[in-house]
Protein backbone atom coordinates (compact mmCIF):
# COMPACT_ATOMS: atom_id res chain seq x y z
CA UNK A 1 0.00 0.00 0.00
CA UNK A 2 1.28 2.94 -1.09
CA UNK A 3 1.94 6.08 1.78
CA UNK A 4 -0.71 7.86 0.42
CA UNK A 5 -3.32 5.68 0.07
CA UNK A 6 -2.64 4.63 3.70
CA UNK A 7 -2.65 7.97 4.54
CA UNK A 8 -6.33 8.86 2.92
CA UNK A 9 -7.71 6.16 4.95
CA UNK A 10 -6.42 7.16 8.08
CA UNK A 11 -7.40 10.69 7.77
CA UNK A 12 -11.47 9.22 6.76
CA UNK A 13 -10.96 6.45 9.93
CA UNK A 14 -8.75 8.12 12.51
CA UNK A 15 -10.37 6.03 14.91
CA UNK A 16 -8.19 3.35 13.80
CA UNK A 17 -5.08 5.06 15.43
CA UNK A 18 -6.99 6.75 18.43
CA UNK A 19 -10.66 5.95 19.34
CA UNK A 20 -10.97 8.50 21.10
CA UNK A 21 -10.80 10.74 17.56
CA UNK A 22 -14.46 9.38 16.74
CA UNK A 23 -15.02 10.83 12.99
CA UNK A 24 -13.18 12.44 10.35
CA UNK A 25 -12.42 15.51 9.72
CA UNK A 26 -14.85 15.77 6.67
CA UNK A 27 -17.70 14.86 9.03
CA UNK A 28 -17.38 17.05 11.57
CA UNK A 29 -16.94 20.04 8.95
CA UNK A 30 -20.24 19.07 7.80
CA UNK A 31 -22.16 19.33 11.05
CA UNK A 32 -20.05 22.03 11.88
CA UNK A 33 -21.91 23.80 8.89
CA UNK A 34 -25.14 23.08 9.62
CA UNK A 35 -25.58 25.78 12.21
CA UNK A 36 -23.91 29.66 12.51
CA UNK A 37 -21.23 29.30 14.64
CA UNK A 38 -19.47 32.40 16.72
CA UNK A 39 -16.94 34.31 15.21
CA UNK A 40 -13.46 34.99 16.55
CA UNK A 41 -14.29 38.25 18.26
CA UNK A 42 -17.25 36.63 19.82
CA UNK A 43 -15.45 33.50 20.77
CA UNK A 44 -12.74 35.70 22.75
CA UNK A 45 -15.47 37.49 24.74
CA UNK A 46 -16.81 34.13 25.65
CA UNK A 47 -13.27 32.73 26.48
CA UNK A 48 -12.85 36.02 28.30
CA UNK A 49 -15.86 35.66 30.44
CA UNK A 50 -15.34 32.67 31.75
CA UNK A 51 -11.64 32.47 32.19
CA UNK A 52 -11.52 35.52 34.78
CA UNK A 53 -8.21 36.64 33.32
CA UNK A 54 -7.07 40.54 33.70
CA UNK A 55 -6.96 42.54 30.65
CA UNK A 56 -3.49 42.18 30.50
CA UNK A 57 -3.63 38.36 29.69
CA UNK A 58 -6.02 38.94 26.74
CA UNK A 59 -3.94 42.04 25.54
CA UNK A 60 -2.61 39.60 22.46
CA UNK A 61 -6.18 38.44 21.46
CA UNK A 62 -7.35 41.81 21.75
CA UNK A 63 -5.03 42.91 18.99
CA UNK A 64 -6.07 40.31 17.07
CA UNK A 65 -9.67 40.78 17.14
CA UNK A 66 -8.95 44.57 16.36
CA UNK A 67 -6.77 43.77 13.11
CA UNK A 68 -9.70 41.97 12.14
CA UNK A 69 -12.05 44.40 12.64
CA UNK A 70 -10.11 46.61 10.81
CA UNK A 71 -9.68 44.55 7.72
CA UNK A 72 -13.23 44.54 7.34
CA UNK A 73 -13.51 48.40 6.90
CA UNK A 74 -13.57 49.22 3.30
CA UNK A 75 -10.26 50.84 3.07
CA UNK A 76 -8.25 48.19 4.81
CA UNK A 77 -10.28 45.41 2.63
CA UNK A 78 -8.33 47.30 0.08
CA UNK A 79 -4.86 46.16 1.04
CA UNK A 80 -6.04 42.60 0.60
CA UNK A 81 -4.44 41.25 -2.12
CA UNK A 82 -7.95 39.60 -3.89
CA UNK A 83 -9.54 43.23 -2.99
CA UNK A 84 -6.52 44.96 -4.93
CA UNK A 85 -6.50 42.84 -8.47
CA UNK A 86 -10.57 43.40 -8.57
CA UNK A 87 -10.32 46.55 -7.67
CA UNK A 88 -7.13 47.25 -10.18
CA UNK A 89 -9.17 45.65 -13.15
CA UNK A 90 -12.01 47.48 -12.60
CA UNK A 91 -10.29 50.99 -12.27
CA UNK A 92 -8.70 49.43 -16.14
CA UNK A 93 -12.19 48.55 -17.44
CA UNK A 94 -13.04 52.13 -16.39
CA UNK A 95 -10.00 54.35 -17.86
CA UNK A 96 -10.00 52.34 -21.17
CA UNK A 97 -13.68 52.94 -21.19
CA UNK A 98 -13.58 56.42 -20.73
CA UNK A 99 -10.94 57.26 -23.10
CA UNK A 100 -12.44 55.03 -26.21
CA UNK A 101 -15.86 56.62 -25.57
CA UNK A 102 -15.06 60.34 -24.49
CA UNK A 103 -11.27 61.21 -25.82
CA UNK A 104 -11.12 62.26 -29.79
CA UNK A 105 -8.11 59.91 -30.20
CA UNK A 106 -9.55 56.77 -28.47
CA UNK A 107 -12.85 57.33 -30.73
CA UNK A 108 -11.12 57.11 -33.24
CA UNK A 109 -9.10 54.27 -32.42
CA UNK A 110 -12.56 52.64 -31.15
CA UNK A 111 -13.77 53.11 -35.04
CA UNK A 112 -10.51 51.82 -36.11
CA UNK A 113 -10.30 48.35 -33.83
CA UNK A 114 -14.34 48.00 -34.83
CA UNK A 115 -12.98 48.23 -38.33
CA UNK A 116 -10.20 45.73 -38.14
CA UNK A 117 -12.91 43.52 -36.15
CA UNK A 118 -15.72 43.41 -38.44
CA UNK A 119 -15.63 41.38 -41.78
CA UNK A 120 -16.57 43.93 -44.47
CA UNK A 121 -18.56 41.91 -47.25
CA UNK A 122 -18.60 38.93 -45.15
CA UNK A 123 -15.01 38.12 -45.51
CA UNK A 124 -14.01 38.55 -48.64
CA UNK A 125 -11.55 41.74 -47.85
CA UNK A 126 -10.37 42.04 -44.58
CA UNK A 127 -9.05 45.09 -43.25
CA UNK A 128 -5.91 45.91 -41.30
CA UNK A 129 -4.52 48.44 -39.17
CA UNK A 130 -1.19 49.91 -39.94
CA UNK A 131 0.90 53.28 -39.46
CA UNK A 132 0.10 54.19 -42.92
CA UNK A 133 -3.46 53.71 -42.45
CA UNK A 134 -5.66 51.28 -43.36
CA UNK A 135 -4.69 48.17 -45.54
CA UNK A 136 -7.06 46.40 -47.57
CA UNK A 137 -6.33 42.66 -47.68
CA UNK A 138 -8.67 40.22 -49.97
CA UNK A 139 -8.37 37.09 -48.27
CA UNK A 140 -10.45 35.11 -50.97
CA UNK A 141 -12.09 35.77 -54.00
CA UNK A 142 -15.17 38.00 -53.48
CA UNK A 143 -18.02 36.65 -54.05
CA UNK A 144 -20.12 39.68 -55.42
CA UNK A 145 -22.86 37.42 -56.64
CA UNK A 146 -24.17 36.32 -53.57
CA UNK A 147 -26.60 39.11 -53.17
CA UNK A 148 -28.70 36.98 -50.89
CA UNK A 149 -26.77 37.20 -47.89
CA UNK A 150 -25.95 40.59 -46.07
CA UNK A 151 -26.82 40.18 -42.61
CA UNK A 152 -26.53 43.99 -41.01
CA UNK A 153 -27.13 46.03 -43.74
CA UNK A 154 -30.30 48.20 -44.14
CA UNK A 155 -30.42 48.65 -47.95
CA UNK A 156 -32.44 50.49 -50.42
CA UNK A 157 -32.38 50.83 -54.43
CA UNK A 158 -31.97 53.83 -56.28
CA UNK A 159 -33.37 55.24 -59.47
CA UNK A 160 -29.58 56.33 -60.56
CA UNK A 161 -26.07 57.03 -59.22
CA UNK A 162 -27.04 60.98 -59.09
CA UNK A 163 -30.07 60.72 -56.82
CA UNK A 164 -27.56 58.35 -54.43
CA UNK A 165 -24.84 61.13 -54.54
CA UNK A 166 -27.29 63.57 -53.74
CA UNK A 167 -28.64 61.84 -50.78
CA UNK A 168 -25.52 60.26 -48.94
CA UNK A 169 -23.19 63.42 -50.19
CA UNK A 170 -20.82 60.29 -51.19
CA UNK A 171 -19.04 60.41 -55.00
CA UNK A 172 -19.79 56.12 -56.48
CA UNK A 173 -17.38 55.19 -59.19
CA UNK A 174 -19.42 54.36 -62.32
CA UNK A 175 -18.51 52.37 -65.52
CA UNK A 176 -19.61 53.73 -68.77
CA UNK A 177 -19.06 52.30 -72.19
CA UNK A 178 -21.31 51.91 -75.03
CA UNK A 179 -23.34 48.94 -74.69
CA UNK A 180 -23.06 48.96 -71.03
CA UNK A 181 -26.25 48.88 -68.99
CA UNK A 182 -26.64 49.85 -65.55
CA UNK A 183 -29.29 47.58 -64.35
CA UNK A 184 -29.34 48.16 -60.75
CA UNK A 185 -28.46 50.62 -57.70
CA UNK A 186 -28.88 49.51 -53.93
CA UNK A 187 -27.04 52.05 -51.30
CA UNK A 188 -26.07 49.47 -48.05
CA UNK A 189 -25.65 50.93 -45.18
CA UNK A 190 -23.65 49.56 -42.42
CA UNK A 191 -22.10 50.12 -38.89
CA UNK A 192 -19.09 50.77 -40.82
CA UNK A 193 -20.09 52.92 -43.10
CA UNK A 194 -21.75 52.98 -46.77
CA UNK A 195 -22.06 50.70 -49.39
CA UNK A 196 -23.28 51.18 -52.83
CA UNK A 197 -23.98 47.82 -55.15
CA UNK A 198 -23.93 48.79 -58.81
CA UNK A 199 -24.91 45.81 -61.40
CA UNK A 200 -24.18 45.97 -65.10
CA UNK A 201 -24.39 43.75 -67.96
CA UNK A 202 -21.88 44.11 -70.66
CA UNK A 203 -21.90 43.56 -74.19
CA UNK A 204 -20.52 40.29 -74.17
CA UNK A 205 -23.70 39.18 -71.32
CA UNK A 206 -21.23 39.35 -68.40
CA UNK A 207 -22.52 41.09 -65.30
CA UNK A 208 -20.66 42.85 -63.49
CA UNK A 209 -20.80 43.86 -59.43
CA UNK A 210 -19.29 47.06 -58.12
CA UNK A 211 -19.39 47.60 -53.83
CA UNK A 212 -18.27 50.86 -53.49
CA UNK A 213 -17.60 51.05 -49.30
CA UNK A 214 -16.75 53.81 -47.59
CA UNK A 215 -15.54 53.30 -44.53
CA UNK A 216 -14.52 55.43 -41.87
CA UNK A 217 -10.58 55.43 -42.07
CA UNK A 218 -8.69 56.20 -45.04
CA UNK A 219 -7.83 53.04 -47.67
CA UNK A 220 -4.10 52.73 -48.96
CA UNK A 221 -3.36 49.48 -50.41
CA UNK A 222 -2.76 46.03 -49.99
CA UNK A 223 -0.45 44.25 -47.80
CA UNK A 224 2.78 43.11 -49.44
CA UNK A 225 2.28 39.15 -49.36
CA UNK A 226 -1.25 39.08 -51.42
CA UNK A 227 -0.15 40.94 -53.60
CA UNK A 228 1.96 38.07 -56.11
CA UNK A 229 -1.45 36.60 -56.66
CA UNK A 230 -3.12 40.15 -57.72
CA UNK A 231 -2.02 42.21 -61.11
CA UNK A 232 -1.45 45.90 -60.14
CA UNK A 233 -2.57 49.02 -62.29
CA UNK A 234 -2.60 52.02 -61.05
CA UNK A 235 -4.31 55.16 -62.55
CA UNK A 236 -5.10 58.73 -61.68
CA UNK A 237 -6.82 58.39 -58.24
CA UNK A 238 -7.30 55.07 -57.79
CA UNK A 239 -5.27 51.77 -58.27
CA UNK A 240 -6.82 48.30 -58.70
CA UNK A 241 -5.43 45.11 -58.12
CA UNK A 242 -7.27 42.15 -60.30
CA UNK A 243 -7.17 38.52 -61.05
CA UNK A 244 -8.77 35.92 -62.96
CA UNK A 245 -9.31 33.05 -61.70
CA UNK A 246 -9.27 29.35 -63.35
CA UNK A 247 -13.31 29.26 -63.39
CA UNK A 248 -12.93 32.68 -65.76
CA UNK A 249 -14.02 34.38 -62.81
CA UNK A 250 -13.12 38.20 -62.82
CA UNK A 251 -12.63 40.00 -59.28
CA UNK A 252 -10.45 43.10 -58.62
CA UNK A 253 -10.61 45.86 -55.98
CA UNK A 254 -10.22 49.23 -56.68
CA UNK A 255 -8.23 51.72 -54.01
CA UNK A 256 -9.58 55.08 -53.81
CA UNK A 257 -8.77 57.99 -52.23
CA UNK A 258 -11.94 58.45 -49.81
CA UNK A 259 -13.46 54.64 -50.32
CA UNK A 260 -12.51 50.96 -51.87
CA UNK A 261 -14.26 49.25 -54.93
CA UNK A 262 -14.85 45.64 -54.57
CA UNK A 263 -15.28 44.52 -58.56
CA UNK A 264 -16.62 40.54 -59.60
CA UNK A 265 -17.53 39.32 -62.52
CA UNK A 266 -18.99 36.31 -63.99
CA UNK A 267 -16.48 35.97 -67.23
CA UNK A 268 -13.84 37.30 -67.90
CA UNK A 269 -13.31 40.89 -68.05
CA UNK A 270 -10.75 42.89 -69.99
CA UNK A 271 -8.85 45.19 -66.93
CA UNK A 272 -7.58 47.64 -69.79
CA UNK A 273 -11.36 47.89 -71.37
CA UNK A 274 -12.19 48.43 -67.42
CA UNK A 275 -9.73 51.07 -66.76
CA UNK A 276 -10.80 52.71 -69.53
CA UNK A 277 -14.66 52.40 -68.86
CA UNK A 278 -14.15 52.81 -64.81
CA UNK A 279 -14.71 56.42 -63.95
CA UNK A 280 -13.95 58.34 -60.87
CA UNK A 281 -16.04 61.23 -59.95
CA UNK B 1 3.85 37.73 23.16
CA UNK B 2 4.60 38.55 19.69
CA UNK B 3 4.43 34.45 19.39
CA UNK B 4 1.41 34.34 21.05
CA UNK B 5 -0.32 36.86 19.00
CA UNK B 6 1.10 35.17 15.68
CA UNK B 7 -1.05 31.82 16.68
CA UNK B 8 -4.21 33.58 17.54
CA UNK B 9 -4.08 35.31 13.99
CA UNK B 10 -3.75 31.37 12.80
CA UNK B 11 -6.36 30.50 15.13
CA UNK B 12 -8.64 33.08 14.25
CA UNK B 13 -7.86 32.36 10.26
CA UNK B 14 -8.56 28.12 11.20
CA UNK B 15 -11.44 28.76 13.70
CA UNK B 16 -13.67 26.36 11.39
CA UNK B 17 -11.39 24.13 11.15
CA UNK B 18 -10.30 23.99 14.71
CA UNK B 19 -13.81 23.66 15.17
CA UNK B 20 -13.95 20.34 13.47
CA UNK B 21 -11.07 19.12 15.02
CA UNK B 22 -12.62 19.29 18.30
CA UNK B 23 -15.99 17.82 17.04
CA UNK B 24 -13.93 14.97 15.89
CA UNK B 25 -13.31 13.98 19.54
CA UNK B 26 -16.96 15.27 21.19
CA UNK B 27 -19.39 14.67 18.48
CA UNK B 28 -21.03 17.71 19.98
CA UNK B 29 -21.22 21.14 18.23
CA UNK B 30 -21.59 23.03 21.25
CA UNK B 31 -19.02 21.23 23.46
CA UNK B 32 -16.75 22.10 20.35
CA UNK B 33 -17.20 25.39 20.81
CA UNK B 34 -16.39 25.59 24.57
CA UNK B 35 -12.75 23.13 23.81
CA UNK B 36 -12.49 26.44 21.46
CA UNK B 37 -12.58 28.76 24.17
CA UNK B 38 -10.48 26.55 26.69
CA UNK B 39 -7.52 26.19 24.19
CA UNK B 40 -7.65 30.09 23.61
CA UNK B 41 -7.52 30.50 27.84
CA UNK B 42 -4.59 27.88 27.65
CA UNK B 43 -2.72 29.80 25.14
CA UNK B 44 -3.52 33.04 26.69
CA UNK B 45 -2.94 31.42 29.80
CA UNK B 46 0.70 29.97 29.21
CA UNK B 47 1.95 32.32 26.38
CA UNK B 48 5.37 31.08 27.35
CA UNK B 49 4.41 27.61 25.48
CA UNK B 50 4.01 29.31 22.49
CA UNK B 51 7.14 30.32 21.55
CA UNK B 52 9.14 28.40 18.99
CA UNK B 53 6.10 26.73 17.24
CA UNK B 54 7.34 25.70 13.62
CA UNK B 55 3.81 24.67 12.42
CA UNK B 56 1.57 27.44 13.86
CA UNK B 57 -1.61 25.24 12.61
CA UNK B 58 -0.63 22.19 13.03
CA UNK B 59 0.24 22.71 16.67
CA UNK B 60 -3.19 24.73 17.12
CA UNK B 61 -4.93 21.19 15.94
CA UNK B 62 -2.98 19.28 18.15
CA UNK B 63 -3.83 21.64 20.73
CA UNK B 64 -7.42 21.48 20.72
CA UNK B 65 -7.24 17.85 20.14
CA UNK B 66 -5.68 17.30 23.74
CA UNK B 67 -8.12 19.83 25.38
CA UNK B 68 -10.81 17.86 23.52
CA UNK B 69 -9.48 14.73 25.29
CA UNK B 70 -9.51 16.20 28.49
CA UNK B 71 -12.92 17.66 28.38
CA UNK B 72 -14.13 14.00 27.73
CA UNK B 73 -11.54 12.84 30.85
CA UNK B 74 -12.90 15.78 32.96
CA UNK B 75 -16.51 15.18 32.00
CA UNK B 76 -16.44 11.26 33.03
CA UNK B 77 -17.56 10.23 29.07
CA UNK B 78 -16.46 6.47 28.16
CA UNK B 79 -13.93 6.43 24.98
CA UNK B 80 -15.46 3.91 22.78
CA UNK B 81 -14.35 1.39 20.87
CA UNK B 82 -12.98 1.08 17.64
CA UNK B 83 -16.08 -1.32 16.70
CA UNK B 84 -18.46 0.82 18.60
CA UNK B 85 -17.63 3.60 16.21
CA UNK B 86 -17.57 1.42 12.86
CA UNK B 87 -20.88 0.76 14.28
CA UNK B 88 -21.94 4.31 14.19
CA UNK B 89 -21.08 5.33 11.60
CA UNK B 90 -22.13 2.51 9.81
CA UNK B 91 -26.06 3.42 11.08
CA UNK B 92 -26.25 7.08 11.27
CA UNK B 93 -25.48 6.89 7.38
CA UNK B 94 -23.53 10.76 7.53
CA UNK B 95 -21.25 9.09 5.33
CA UNK B 96 -21.01 6.44 2.65
CA UNK B 97 -19.42 3.90 4.63
CA UNK B 98 -17.33 0.90 3.03
CA UNK B 99 -15.58 -1.54 5.42
CA UNK B 100 -13.20 -2.87 2.63
CA UNK B 101 -10.13 -5.22 2.96
CA UNK B 102 -8.15 -1.82 2.98
CA UNK B 103 -9.60 -0.47 6.10
CA UNK B 104 -9.86 -4.24 7.60
CA UNK B 105 -6.23 -4.16 6.76
CA UNK B 106 -5.11 -0.90 8.09
CA UNK B 107 -6.64 -1.57 11.29
CA UNK B 108 -4.93 -4.70 11.73
CA UNK B 109 -1.83 -3.05 10.52
CA UNK B 110 -1.76 0.18 12.94
CA UNK B 111 -3.23 -2.16 16.06
CA UNK B 112 -0.10 -3.63 16.25
CA UNK B 113 1.90 -0.02 16.17
CA UNK B 114 3.51 0.99 19.60
CA UNK B 115 1.46 3.78 20.74
CA UNK B 116 4.32 6.86 20.42
CA UNK B 117 4.57 5.91 16.15
CA UNK B 118 0.41 5.78 16.74
CA UNK B 119 0.81 9.16 18.26
CA UNK B 120 3.94 10.40 15.48
CA UNK B 121 0.96 8.79 12.62
CA UNK B 122 -1.79 10.58 13.53
CA UNK B 123 0.37 14.03 13.82
CA UNK B 124 1.62 13.28 10.42
CA UNK B 125 -1.57 12.47 8.85
CA UNK B 126 -4.56 14.17 10.77
CA UNK B 127 -2.82 17.27 11.69
CA UNK B 128 -0.12 17.79 9.24
CA UNK B 129 3.18 18.27 11.19
CA UNK B 130 6.13 17.10 8.75
CA UNK B 131 8.48 14.41 10.32
CA UNK B 132 11.35 16.92 10.84
CA UNK B 133 8.76 19.28 12.97
CA UNK B 134 7.30 16.68 15.06
CA UNK B 135 10.83 15.70 15.68
CA UNK B 136 11.78 18.70 17.17
CA UNK B 137 8.57 18.78 19.30
CA UNK B 138 9.08 15.27 20.64
CA UNK B 139 12.79 16.24 21.25
CA UNK B 140 14.03 13.00 19.50
CA UNK B 141 16.62 13.33 16.52
CA UNK B 142 15.20 13.97 13.21
CA UNK B 143 17.14 11.14 11.53
CA UNK B 144 15.79 8.95 14.51
CA UNK B 145 12.04 9.74 13.52
CA UNK B 146 12.84 8.95 9.71
CA UNK B 147 14.26 5.59 10.51
CA UNK B 148 11.25 4.65 12.40
CA UNK B 149 8.77 5.63 9.93
CA UNK B 150 10.61 4.46 7.10
CA UNK B 151 10.67 1.28 8.83
CA UNK B 152 6.72 1.20 9.24
CA UNK B 153 6.65 1.96 5.65
CA UNK B 154 8.38 -0.39 4.52
CA UNK B 155 6.66 -3.51 7.59
CA UNK B 156 3.07 -1.73 5.59
CA UNK B 157 4.30 -2.03 2.07
CA UNK B 158 5.59 -5.89 2.97
CA UNK B 159 2.13 -6.97 4.78
CA UNK B 160 -0.10 -5.23 1.77
CA UNK B 161 2.34 -7.11 -0.57
CA UNK B 162 1.41 -10.36 1.21
CA UNK B 163 -2.21 -9.83 1.71
CA UNK B 164 -2.70 -9.23 -2.24
CA UNK B 165 -0.81 -12.52 -2.83
CA UNK B 166 -3.06 -14.23 -0.24
CA UNK B 167 -6.36 -12.60 -1.53
CA UNK B 168 -5.10 -13.10 -5.18
CA UNK B 169 -4.48 -17.09 -4.69
CA UNK B 170 -7.54 -17.48 -2.86
CA UNK B 171 -9.55 -16.04 -5.81
CA UNK B 172 -7.19 -18.26 -8.08
CA UNK B 173 -8.54 -21.42 -6.28
CA UNK B 174 -11.91 -20.47 -6.31
CA UNK B 175 -11.52 -20.43 -9.88
CA UNK B 176 -10.19 -23.14 -10.06
CA UNK B 177 -12.75 -25.11 -7.93
Request: charged fraction near 25%.
Amino acid sequence: MRRAKLYKVLRKHPYLLDPRIRMSKREALSLIDAQPRQDFKEVIASAKERSKLGDCAWRAADNVVARQVRRHTFFNALRTPWFRRIAIAAAAICIISVFFTLTPVGRTWAAEVKLYSVEILHGTLSVEYEDSGITAKPSFVPNLFDLSNRSGAHSIVYASLKEFAEQKKLNPVMVYDVGVQLERIEGETYSFGEALLTVYRLPTDAVLLLRQSWAECKMTAFSSDQTEYWHYAADEGYELYYRTDSDDTFSAVAVLNDSYVLIGSNKPVDADWLMSAFIIP
Amino acid sequence: METLEKLLAVYSNNLRELRAAAMTVVCNADEAEDIIQDTIIKLVTHPEKCVNVSNPLAYLRTCVRNEAVDYLRRNGREIPTIDETLNRIKHTGDEQFEYSDDLAWVRECVDNLPSDMKEVLIRNAVDGWTIPELAKEMGIPPKTLYDKVSRLKKKIRTNYASMLTVIFLFMLANLCS
